[in-house]
C-alpha cells in the first residue's frame, strides 16, 4: 500500500522520494518478499526482544498505545512501530521510547532501499524491514507491533514467535484488499475480515481477543486452531466489566482499575485488551501498579484527542479523530451523545462518507467540508445537502459562528496529521 511522506531534513527526503516511487504488482499477496527482505538484513525478525502483536480493525493502535504506556511504566524500553504516521515518517519507528531520529532514519532507509531496489517492495514493507533491522540492532526490553492493514499478509506477520498476539475491534475496512475473491476462506464479509486478522495467530503463542459475533469467533478459532495457537477469549478466557471502574478478572485473579485518561468509552475496551495481552504471556512480568500507571499515562494523537490552544483552534474546543469507518462513527457518536458541535470533515474518496455522517449528522449543528491534502478527497455533496464546503481546515473554522458549541475534526489520519501540524502539535 502506498502512501506519502515529506521531511525537512534533505537526507531523509531522498530516501522518502525513492519510498513513494514504489508500487506494488496488482493482486500481488504473501509475505515471500517481506522475508526475501528480511533476509538480506540478516533475519532481524528473528532477533528481537519480547514482541506485542496487535491486529484489529479498530483500536489497534490505542491497544499498542496502552500496552507500551504499561511497559514502559514497569521501566522497560519498548520499540514500536505503527501506522500511518501522522505529521513525520519517523513516527513510524521509536527506538527504546524515542522516536528514530533523522539521520539513522535516513541510514537505515537507504540500506533497505538499497538491498531490496529488485525485489519490487512495497512502501509499508521497506518501513517494517527498517523498523525490525532498527530493532534488532538497539537495546530494548519489548517490542509492541502494530499490523497495517489486515494480518493474515501483512507485512508485520513475517514475525515468527511473538509472545503475545492480540486482535482488536473488528469491523469493514480496507474492503477491496481484505475480501478479494479466494478459495477456502470464508464468504461472509465480518468473518472474512475476522479470519484475515487472525492470521497472525502462532504456534504456542496466546491469541487474545475481544468479543465479536458467533460466526467471526469461529473464524477466528478456527485460524488459532490451524496455526495452533492458544486463543484467549473476552468472555471465556477473560473478563472485564466497564463502569465507573474497570472489573477485570482472569484465571490469574481480579484487578479494579481505573478508567484509562483517553477520551471515549470504546477506550476502556482497547485499554482492557492491553492488560489482557500482558496478563496471558509469561516473558515479561507486569505489575498491577504499572497497568494503572499506564492507563493515565496512554497518549494516542488523533483518535479524539482535545487540540490545546493554538494557532489554529485559539482558545476554542477542539476535537481531533482519525476515525473514518461505521466502527470509529460508533465511537464518536457515543463520545458525543447528548451534545451538539460543529463537524469539520475530510475523507478519502475510497471511503463510505455515511460512515461518518450516519450516526454523527443528528448532533452535527453544521457540517463543514474539507479537502485532504495530497489525495483525492470527497466533496460536499457527499455529506448531505447540508454540508459546505471550504478549501481548508482554517477557514473551515474562521467560518463557524462562535456559539460556545465544542468542534470536531475527522474523517481521515492523513487530514489529522495536516491538523496537528497546522496547530503546532507534532507527535514525539
Known amino acids: 500500500m502506498r502512501d506519502f511522506a515529506t521531511s525537512e531534513n534533505p537526507r531523509v527526503q531522498a530516501q522518502l522520494d525513492r519510498l513513494g516511487a514504489l508500487s506494488v504488482p496488482e493482486g500481488r499477496l504473501g509475505l515471500e518478499t517481506i522475508r526475501a527482505l528480511l533476509s538480506r538484513l540478516g533475519d532481524p525478525h528473528l532477533r528481537l526482544p519480547p514482541v506485542f502483536h496487535v491486529a484489529g480493525t479498530n483500536g489497534k493502535g490505542s491497544t499498542c498505545a496502552f500496552l507500551r504506556a504499561m511497559l514502559e511504566a514497569e521501566g522497560y524500553r519498548v520499540h514500536a512501530t505503527i501506522s500511518p504516521h501522522l505529521v513525520r515518517y519517523n513516527e513510524r519507528i521509536r527506538l527504546a ?220 474546543e477542539v476535537w481531533l479523530d482519525g476515525g473514518h469507518n461505521p466502527s470509529a462513527g460508533a465511537a464518536l457518536a457515543a463520545h458525543f451523545r447528548d451534545q451538539r458541535f460543529h463537524l469539520v470533515i475530510g475523507m478519502l474518496a475510497n471511503k463510505d462518507p455515511a460512515a461518518l455522517t450516519g450516526p454523527l449528522s443528528a448532533n452535527a449543528a453544521t457540517i463543514s467540508a474539507v479537502p485532504v491534502p495530497t489525495h483525492d478527497w470527497h466533496d460536499a455533496t457527499a455529506f448531505g445537502p447540508a454540508a459546505v464546503a471550504f478549501p481548508d481546515v482554517p477557514s473551515a473554522l474562521a467560518a463557524l459562528p462562535q456559539d460556545g458549541l465544542p468542534v470536531l475534526i475527522a474523517g481521515s489520519l492523513y487530514l489529522a496529521g495536516e491538523v496537528l501540524k497546522l496547530n503546532g502539535e507534532v507527535p514525539d
Open 97 to 316: 521510547g524515542h522516536l528514530i531520529d533523522d539521520d539513522r532514519l535516513a541510514d537505515v532507509l537507504a540500506e533497505v532501499l538499497d538491498l531490496g531496489h529488485d525485489l519490487n517492495p512495497s512502501f509499508f514493507e521497506v518501513t517494517i524491514a527498517a523498523a525490525f533491522a532498527e530493532f534488532a540492532r538497539v537495546p530494548a526490553d519489548a517490542c509492541v507491533v502494530e499490523v497495517g492493514m489486515g494480518g493474515r499478509f501483512d507485512a508485520t506477520n513475517a514475525l515468527e514467535q511473538p509472545v503475545a498476539c492480540g486482535i482488536a475491534a473488528l469491523g469493514l475496512d480496507h474492503e477491496r484488499f481484505l475480501l478479494a475473491p479466494e478459495d477456502g476462506v470464508p464468504t461472509v464479509p465480518l468473518e472474512r475480515i475476522a479470519f484475515e486478522k487472525a492470521g497472525i495467530a502462532k504456534p504456542g503463542v496466546p491469541l487474545v481477543t475481544q468479543e465479536y459475533a458467533t460466526g467471526m469467533t469461529k473464524a477466528v478459532l478456527d485460524q488459532a486452531m490451524r496455526a495452533g495457537a492458544r486463543p484467549a477469549l473476552r468472555g471465556l478466557d477473560w473478563f472485564a466489566e466497564l463502569g465507573e471502574t474497570i472489573a477485570y478478572r482472569d484465571r490469574q485473579g481480579v484487578l479494579d482499575l481505573p478508567l484509562p485518561a483517553l477520551p471515549g468509552p470504546h477506550q476502556a475496551d482497547n485499554a482492557v485488551l492491553a492488560v489482557a495481552m500482558l496478563r496471558h504471556q509469561s516473558a515479561l512480568t507486569v505489575s498491577e501498579a504499572a497497568i494503572r500507571a499506564g492507563l493515565g499515562a496512554a497518549t494516542w494523537p488523533a483518535r479524539m484527542q482535545r487540540l490545546q490552544p493554538g494557532p489554529l483552534t485559539g482558545d476554542r
